[in-house]
Nanobody
Framework: VQLQASGGGLVQPGGSLRLSCATS????????IGWFRQAPGKAREGVSC????????YYADSVKGRFTASGDNAKNTVYLQMNTLKLEDTAVYSC???????????????????????WGKGTLVTVSS
């Protein structure tokens, strides 16, 4: 099983980035993929959840309207399009998988990274002028 986030980088405030989460070794269509981030000195937080079976998406209030999650089951890849980036979006972003999607219905603050079934290494997003 592998999950690998990529696409991070340095971007100015107001800019955009698209992260990818490439997966392998498990049936993506039966799992929901969560995007989590951890800023320096802060706790990890859930950002987005996507149910790959039906494409339903859920977001933390802090990114709602700016971030969009999507998936391509044929490519076993999930994406996170991040627009109108802010300084406070600076963090290491990682993706994780959990069987089923009921957990996505919980508030983002209750998405527990350690309840996930599979985890991937993160990618650094730096928003700076």
């Amino acid at each position: 099983v592998q999950l690998q986030a990529s696409g991070g980088g340095l971007v100015q405030p107001g800019g955009s980035l698209r992260l990818s989460c490439a997966t392998s070794g498990f049936p993506l269509e039966h799992y929901a993929i969560g995007w989590f981030r951890q800023a320096p000195g802060k706790a990890r937080e859930g950002v987005s959840c996507i149910s790959t079976s039906d494409g339903s998406t859920y977001y933390a209030d802090s990114v709602k309207g700016r971030f969009t999650a999507s998936g391509d089951n044929a490519k076993n890849t999930v994406y996170l399009q991040m627009n109108t980036l802010k300084l406070e979006d600076t963090a290491v972003y990682s993706c994780a998988a959990r069987y089923g999607s009921a957990w996505c219905l919980l508030p983002a603050a209750e998405w527990d990274y350690y309840d996930m079934d599979y985890w991937g290494k993160g990618t650094l997003v730096t928003v700076s002028s």
